[in-house]
């Protein structure tokens, strides 16, 4: 049992006595002082070689390691679980993934990193058989490039996950004729599909208890009734924003440009409204990553740096669409869904669409375009997550990073919503 020094917030093995035994394996159970840790080896770097570490699993394993940097402690390995019949978060029997320094020799455009290639051993099964998350924009012009719209998208054949060139679409109605066409396909084949769009897919419940709009359904009901997204990206955003303020005690939507000046905006503040405060302004998904360090928008504000406000209103619609062209197999999580998701209880096809922010995962520079890489990141991450066996956990009751009350849990249930991967 070798004993080494703690640092950093993962394990470094490259000059462990353990060495020979980790640096083939893609994940493993290290003993730290007696305490079973779950990790997965790390990533290649940007430049594409091996990362010699693991990162922890669960972050309050992550915790216990860093609050013992620089002291000296105890490792050892552990043989990986036995299975059972009953439902497991640990790996599968039988699983076997690539180690994360292999590549496959195809580079994600020009100036991209090559991808680590997964892949799952003969007859193992994941619960998705495709995986497509979508990098939203609110521009109200065709736009490529940065701070555009990307499509990331991987599918398992042959036990291998193949994972496209990610997709730049200039247009909402592109993108949208794309993402139909594309979960057509599988659906036509049956296939399972893990969809996500990067921006909130809710308001604060705080919003609802004063607003006109009674609840989220009603939300995403009355946007895509009020939203007008022109084939160019012209739309009246601004203008929607405004009613919707208009039918508040107080103006909760802020940010515009100064172009926006000469139109009838009068409920629409170019600046953030003085009473309006973090409590009101966020979400408790929002207010969680906000505790953990992280710098989440609020969806409120509709202008400005890194504001998403304006996707909200621009994409609901869009999902609203979605769900009515595959009415019998559209689902999100966690309003439709729940806080589970069984492959036994799922049929087949299924599209499972969810929100996700790239804040909560690792994001690797696989690509030239932040954007880009963000998205194929997180479809590498649900795929390792499905093929480990440990997406599950991800969908079910939130409360790895915080204790919820069960009135909090209820609400981001049915009324706020979560993030996968938080």
């Not at 012009?141 to 555009?148: H, R």
């Not at 599918?155 to 997709?167: D, G, Q």
């Not at 921006?199 to 419940?205: K, L, N, R, T």
């Not at 007008?228 to 739309?235: E, G, I, K, S, Y």
Request: hydrophobic share 40%; aromatic share 10%.
């Amino acid at each position: 049992m070798p004993f080494e020094r703690a640092k950093d917030n993962q394990w470094w093995y490259s000059k462990s006595e353990l060495r020979e035994q980790v640096e083939q394996c893609a994940e493993i159970i290290l003993c730290v002082n007696g305490r079973a840790c779950r990790m997965r080896h790390a990533l290649p770097g940007r430049d594409g070689r091996a990362t010699l570490s693991f990162v922890f699993v669960d972050d309050r394993d992550r915790q216990y390691w860093v609050s013992l940097r620089g002291s000296r402690v105890s490792l050892d390995l552990l043989p990986p679980p036995v299975a059972s019949d009953g439902p497991s978060r640990e790996p599968p029997v039988g699983l076997r993934l690539a180690r994360p320094t292999r590549v496959d020799k195809a580079k994600v455009l020009t100036g991209g990193t090559e991808l680590p290639t997964l892949q799952l051993a003969p007859r193992q099964s994941t619960i998705f058989d495709a995986y497509i998350f979508v990098d939203w924009s609110a521009s109200k012009s065709p736009k490529s490039g940065p701070d555009s719209i990307w499509i990331a998208e991987g599918e398992w054949i042959n036990c291998n996950l193949r994972l496209s060139a990610p997709c730049n679409l200039s247009t909402r109605c592109a993108a949208m004729d794309y993402l139909a066409q594309r979960l057509a396909t599988y659906a036509e084949n049956g296939k399972r599909v893990l969809l996500g769009f990067d921006f909130a897919y809710s308001y604060p419940g705080s919003f609802f208890s004063q607003s006109f709009i009674p609840c989220r359904a009603a939300l995403w009901q009355y946007l895509s009734k009020n939203i007008t997204d022109a084939p160019t990206n012209a739309n009246n955003r601004f203008q929607v924003a405004n009613a919707i303020n208009a039918g508040l005690p107080s103006p909760l939507l802020w940010g515009r440009p100064q172009g926006q000046a000469h139109l009838s905006l009068a409920n629409l503040s170019s600046k953030k409204p003085s009473a309006l405060t973090n409590c009101l302004s966020f979400r408790l998904i929002e207010k969680v990553l906000r505790g953990m360090g992280l710098q989440p928008k609020s969806a409120f504000q509709l202008f400005g740096n890194g504001s998403v406000g304006s996707q909200v209103l621009m994409g609901l619609p869009r999902i609203e669409q979605l769900k009515l062209a595959f009415p019998n197999y559209f689902l999100t999580w966690p309003f439709d869904t729940g806080w589970a998701l069984q492959p036994t209880t799922l049929p087949k096809p299924a599209i499972i669409n969810c929100e996700i922010w790239p804040g909560a995962i690792l994001v690797c520079n696989f690509h030239k375009i932040k954007d880009a890489s963000q998205m194929i990141s997180y479809v590498i991450w649900a795929a390792r997550e499905d093929a480990y066996g440990g997406l599950p956990h991800w969908f079910q009751v939130p409360g790895r990073h915080c204790q919820l009350s069960p009135s909090q849990i209820t609400a981001a249930q049915n009324v706020e919503g979560w993030i996968l991967g938080v």
